[in-house]
């Protein structure tokens, strides 16, 4: 016989594991439309990096990703974007 408090721990897991699923996927798709963005030369790349910045801070505090996994993969895109910003 199982106990209410586990039925009820396994319903909240599964909201939990849909909502993380959902804002893992928003997270990839703003980083993906920033590198786009950058290697297409579109004006607003700016933009789209503060986006992709704001993503990643917003994943960390939620605990969607470790802050340094955030730190880590906001580096990349800033180093990146001033690569491209010299040379292009």
Known sequence: MTKK???KRLR??????LRNAS????????????KVALVS???D????LRKALQALDKASSK??????T????K????KEFNKNRLTG
Not at 45 to 48: A, G, N, P, S
Not at 63 to 68: A, M, P
Not at 75 to 78: G, Y
């Open 70 to 73: 955030a730190a880590r993969k």
């Open 12 to 17: 909240q897991i599964e909201k939990q594991t």
């Open 45 to 48: 790349v700016e933009d789209k």
């Open 75 to 78: 580096s990349r895109l800033v």
């Open 41 to 43: 030369g579109l004006a």
């Open 63 to 68: 605990g969607l990703i470790h802050k340094n």
């Open 23 to 34: 804002m893992r996927s928003a997270l990839r798709t703003t980083i993906k439309k920033y």
């Open 5 to 7: 408090s586990s039925l």
